[in-house]
């Protein structure tokens, strides 16, 4: 099968999440909002003369990793990007500065991801993913009864919570009584 009028870059091959990825999203959906699912550090080790850890692109590497909600592929995260991620934290769930640097507190939230056409690698400039330094302020919307039936479904099933569902819908006062 042959394509034309691709993207040049939509079949590489990578690892994890590249500038990219965030530039054809914001062009395809208008932003890039992602929720952070787990997060962990890896650190390369030697074993039997061969380095392993996290392969990034080829390279075994040393850092912070996020795993999103979404299907994205994982994404390291620089120090800069980090120190945005933790102020966005410490604001969202009120803790500590200390607390805020806990990876695990990072779990559930949501960050705006943007490209930066002015990034450098060494002294090529690249361009890169920055984390907006913006909180994401979620919107409500209103639920239809076919909706708000399928959620007590998914309520009685355990599938879904009434505070996950008071927090993402806006519900009306028949609804809020049938819970």
């Known amino acids: 099968m042959k394509e034309t009028n691709i993207d040049s870059m939509k079949y590489r091959t990578s690892t994890h999440l590249a500038s990219v ?3 054809t999203i914001i062009a395809e959906k208008g932003k890039c909002i992602v929720t952070i699912r787990d997060t962990y550090y890896s650190k390369a080790e030697v074993i039997n003369g ?5 392969n990034v692109n080829g390279k075994v590497v040393d850092g912070y990793f996020i795993l999103f909600k979404e299907d994205l592929k994982p994404m390291m995260v620089n120090s800069g990007n980090r120190k945005k991620i933790n102020m966005l934290v410490k604001m969202a769930k009120n803790c500590s500065n200390s607390d805020s640097r806990n990876i695990g507190n990072w779990i559930g939230m949501q960050i705006e991801l943007l ?3 002015n990034i450098f690698f060494g ?3 690249t361009g890169g993913i920055v984390v907006s330094d913006k909180p994401v302020i979620k919107t409500k919307t209103v ?3 076919a909706q708000f039936d399928k959620a007590l479904v998914s309520i009685t ?4 919570t009434t505070e996950k569902l008071k927090e993402d819908f806006i519900l009306t006062d028949e609804q809020l009584g049938k819970l």
């Open 21 to 23: 990825d965030v530039d």
């Open 123 to 125: 002294k090529e400039q």
């Open 157 to 160: 099933n355990g599938t879904f």
């Open 50 to 54: 061969k380095k392993v850890g996290e």
């Open 115 to 117: 490209y930066d056409p």
């Open 143 to 145: 639920l239809t009864d």
